[in-house]
């Protein structure tokens, strides 16, 4: 990223249970591997790519098993005891982590462990919206929605802090619809919530 622009951070959500999966392996949704690298791993390193700093990993359930193999990442770890209570409970503790290392960041991107087709280039295409449209929200759209990866612009960041909980970024593409700039991404409707996904994703039969 051009070091004269306005820095943009990444927090990657990661502290959920992962209660849908339960994969057969015992390992949760985080270390489940794509290509021979975790899953979440493949997330922060798409984060890395685009040239997003800091990069801040929200963990909470499992994050004992989870931190060794993120060994050699230049991320921040951050973690939410409340991870139970919902999305925008890790969302809180990702922003909190992201000012108090880089208060002037420009905008933020919300980058979910579970898109394992989402790039760098698939980031860099959300910050180049950004600063080419005006926009100060952008989202990917797929399967007729908008929805994660998402970029917040640090004016909604109080509206961000402000959330809910249990309810995640979507809260505000709703909320402001004219500052929106939506992002074709077809292969983001790709995530891996149960089993079958996983194994849809792996190509195999179920």
Same mark, same amino acid.
Request: aromatic share 4%; glycine share 8%.
């Given at each position: 990223?051009?070091?004269?622009?306005?820095?943009?951070?990444? #927090?990657?959500?990661?502290?959920?249970?992962?209660?849908?999966?339960?994969?057969?392996?015992?390992?949760?949704?985080?270390?489940? $591997?794509?290509?021979?690298?975790?899953?979440?791993? $493949?997330a922060?390193? +798409? +984060? #890395?790519?685009?040239?997003?700093?800091?990069?801040?990993?929200?963990?909470?359930?499992?994050?004992e098993? #989870?931190?060794?193999?993120?060994?050699g990442?230049?991320?921040?770890?951050?973690?939410?005891? *409340?991870?139970?209570?919902?999305?925008? +409970?890790?969302?809180?503790?990702?922003? +909190?982590?992201?000012?108090?290392?880089?208060?002037?960041?420009?905008?933020?991107?919300?980058?979910?462990?579970d *898109?394992p087709?989402?790039?760098?280039?698939?980031?860099?295409?959300? #910050?180049?919206?950004?600063?080419?449209?005006?926009?100060?929200?952008?989202?990917?759209?797929?399967?007729?929605?908008?929805?994660?990866?998402?970029l917040?612009?640090?004016?909604?960041?109080?509206?961000?802090?402000?959330?809910?909980?249990?309810?995640?970024?979507?809260?505000?593409?709703?909320?402001?619809?004219?500052?929106?700039?939506?992002?074709?991404?077809?292969?983001?409707?790709?995530?891996?919530? $149960?089993? $079958?996904?996983?194994?849809?994703?792996?190509?195999?039969?179920?």
């Amino acid at each position: 990223m051009d070091q004269h622009l306005p820095s943009v951070a990444a #927090i990657v959500l990661a502290a959920g249970e992962s209660s849908r999966m339960r994969h057969p392996s015992g390992e949760p949704k985080q270390l489940l $591997t794509f290509h021979g690298e975790p899953l979440l791993r $493949t997330a922060a390193q +798409a +984060a #890395i790519d685009a040239s997003c700093d800091p990069v801040i990993l929200v963990l909470g359930a499992h994050a004992e098993r #989870i931190l060794p193999l993120l060994q050699g990442l230049p991320v921040r770890i951050a973690n939410n005891p *409340q991870w139970a209570a919902g999305m925008g +409970a890790s969302i809180h503790v990702g922003l +909190a982590e992201v000012l108090q290392h880089a208060p002037n960041v420009a905008a933020l991107l919300i980058v979910l462990c579970d *898109q394992p087709l989402v790039s760098a280039g698939d980031l860099q295409e959300l #910050i180049r919206m950004h600063r080419e449209s005006g926009k100060s929200l952008v989202a990917a759209f797929y399967a007729e929605t908008v929805g994660p990866p998402v970029l917040i612009g640090r004016d909604h960041f109080p509206d961000l802090a402000a959330l809910p909980e249990g309810v995640g970024a979507k809260a505000l593409l709703t909320r402001f619809p004219a500052e929106l700039a939506p992002v074709p991404m077809p292969h983001a409707a790709v995530d891996v919530d $149960t089993p $079958t996904d996983y194994a849809r994703l792996l190509g195999e039969r179920r």
